[in-house]
Nanobody
């Protein structure tokens, strides 16, 4: 089993920065990627950024010049960070961490509970 624990959300003003953290623990030896998705109240869930086990990132076009995703790996725990700067009102959403792993039966995914980021004056 894989467990995800997200943290770092909150209320920020436009133009400010915030960093989200997601800790993946448990049976994470088959890690393929960790990523961040977001969902605003009236939108579908969308990819923000992901990073694979080799550290290669992938970004949505709307954030690639403002957000940075990074990963740190230990034997029993991996962390994925999302550093967000120059935040805009349209970045307001619940941000979800997603783990993709490879098991003997194939690829599987685990989602976190989400952390809310609100960008407002």
């Amino acid at each position: 089993q894989v467990q995800l624990m997200e943290s770092g959300g909150g209320l920020v003003q436009p133009g400010e920065s915030i960093t989200l953290r997601c800790a993946a623990s448990g049976d994470i030896h088959g890690l393929r990627s960790l990523g961040w998705y977001r969902q605003a109240p009236t939108n579908q869930r969308e990819l923000v950024a992901s990073i694979d086990g080799e550290g290669i990132p992938n970004y949505a076009k709307s954030v690639e010049d403002r957000f940075v995703v990074s990963i740190s790996r230990e034997w029993q725990k991996s962390m994925v960070y999302l550093r967000m700067r120059d935040l805009k009102a349209e970045d307001t959403a619940t941000y979800y961490c997603r783990y993709v792993g490879l098991a003997t039966y194939g690829e599987f995914e685990v989602w976190g509970q989400g952390t809310l980021v609100t960008v407002s004056n």
